[in-house]
């Protein structure tokens, strides 16, 4: 019913990344297809960055706060295990007393929280859902590995959920494959990074003199790339049969913003019309994990490259390895 989206002020352009890394402007993008990418400063954290998407969403939605029925966050970047960082956002909405939750599914993050939504409403346990994706992948972010300095930015990006004559969400294609759940990855737990804590004796030292560190992100690229382009292609087209239509119906195809050369593989897999506009709003914004998809909806719609009625094939994908993928109608 709305989707709303908030990108940080700050601009880190491919020349900044070059002054931590020893590569080029060149090879950046043509590997990951990003030549800038959005990291937030101080103020802009998960939270504020969550409520100004939200917000937007549900202005646009057209219902007031206190309407919102649940409100679900997808991030693997709010570093406090508990509490959920959902419940700050849903009080700063005005949301009331909603049920309000964290998901960790990565960058597939908001196609499970749309699932979620769409089960609650269509079971009547809330009429109206916000599903937020939100990172702040700068905290996790190694800016001396030349293989991920340059691919990973922050933002938030937020959609309404609600009751519809017709169905606006199709059937939800999801999964998971454990069996590769080092491809990406935390490079240490947090106790491992500050020492663990014994019941009785307290914190102890970290595993080695000078060995702790804060953890960051880490990937195996050519790994991660073979499951993208071979294995979801396959799960975005199940998404598109069981929505019952061929990819020519489509008005927009919005994948996760992981990789240029992973949209353009996946676009040929699915044998895509040249037509059929593609976001490709990772060549301003970077990867936002679970927050790229909503960004990315929100910018073809500004752009007029997608039209709201517009049908959208959607799918996220990411460290689990996780996916999930669906047919949406454009606010």
């Not at 080092?182 to 106790?191: G, H, N, P, R």
């Not at 993208?228 to 998404?239: E, G, L």
């Not at 992981?258 to 040249?274: C, S, V, Y």
């Amino acid at each position: 019913m709305g989707v709303g989206g908030y990108r940080p002020v700050r601009v880190i352009p491919n020349s900044e990344v070059l002054e931590w890394i020893d590569s080029s402007d060149e090879w950046i993008r043509t590997r990951s297809g990003i030549t800038e990418r959005r990291w937030a400063g101080p103020e802009e954290t998960v939270a504020e960055m969550s409520v100004q998407a939200a917000g937007k969403a549900i202005a646009q939605a057209g219902i007031a706060p206190e309407q919102i029925g649940a409100v679900i966050v997808a991030t693997v970047s709010h570093l406090k295990q508990t509490p959920a960082i959902a419940t700050e956002i849903a009080l700063r909405l005005g949301c009331g007393t909603a049920p309000a939750f964290d998901i960790s599914a990565a960058c597939a993050g908001f196609g499970y929280g749309l699932g979620i939504a769409d089960g609650l409403v269509r079971s009547g346990s809330a009429e109206y859902v916000v599903v937020i994706g939100v990172e702040r992948l700068s905290d996790l972010t190694d800016v001396t590995d030349r293989s991920t300095a340059f691919i990973f930015g922050d933002g938030a990006g937020a959609a309404v959920v609600g009751p519809s004559d017709t169905p606006g969400i199709g059937k939800l294609v999801w999964g998971s494959d454990g069996a590769q759940k080092d491809v990406i990855s935390q490079t240490e737990a947090w106790d491992t990074a500050f020492g663990k804590v014994d019941a009785v004796n307290g914190p102890s030292e970290a595993h080695e003199e000078g060995t702790s560190s804060w953890p960051a992100l880490r990937m195996e690229g050519q790994a991660v790339f073979r499951w993208a382009v071979w294995d979801m292609a396959k799960a975005a087209q199940k998404a598109l049969d069981a929505a019952g239509i061929t990819a020519d119906q489509l008005g927009a195809f919005i994948p996760h913003q992981a990789n240029m050369r992973i949209i353009d593989a996946m676009i040929k897999a699915l044998k895509l019309p040249p037509n059929i506009p593609v976001a490709r709003d990772i060549a301003e914004t970077g990867n936002t994990s679970a927050a790229s998809i909503p960004l990315a909806m929100e910018r073809m719609l500004q752009t007029g490259e997608a039209k709201s009625g517009d049908l959208a094939l959607i799918i996220g994908f990411g460290a689990g390895l996780v996916y999930a993928a669906t047919v949406v109608t454009l606010p």
